[in-house]
Nanobody, 121 residues
Framework: QVQLVESGGGLVQAGGSLRLSCAAS????????MAWYRQAPGKQRELVAT???????NYEGSVKGRFTISRDNAKNTVYLQMNTLEPEDTAVYYC???????????????WGQGTQVTVSL
């Protein structure tokens, strides 16, 4: 089985920075797209950033220029560097990865358990 384990959340003041990590463990043959989502209280989960296997990235509008997604394929890990944090960034952050666990199988979607990010004034 495959697990995505997230770390790096916490409480930070507005203007501060945090770096989230999400490592895939278990039977990982190959990872395609990786992404970060977030869900604020009372709101739907929204896409924050994506990165494909070639390192091509995309960002949701409000985080462009402040957040950076990256990946280390050797470590099966995706990162989210968050700078100039705002109270509106407060949410539970989830990672998602498209992972193949058998050589000739399709990719399956896996989610992390979520990590809380709280930005105070």
């Amino acid at each position: 089985q495959v697990q995505l384990v997230e770390s790096g959340g916490g409480l930070v003041q507005a203007g501060g920075s945090l770096r989230l990590s999400c490592a895939a463990s278990g039977r990982v043959i190959d990872i395609n797209d990786m992404a970060w989502y977030r869900q604020a209280p009372g709101k739907q989960r929204e896409l924050v950033a994506t990165i494909n296997r070639y390192g091509v990235t995309n960002y949701e509008g409000s985080v462009k220029g402040r957040f950076t997604i990256s990946r280390d394929n050797a470590k099966n890990t995706v990162y989210l560097q968050m700078n100039t944090l705002e109270p509106e960034d407060t949410a539970v952050y989830y990672c998602k990865s498209e992972i193949r666990t058998q050589i000739f199988d399709d990719y399956s979607t896996y989610w992390g358990q979520g990590t809380q990010v709280t930005v105070s004034l």
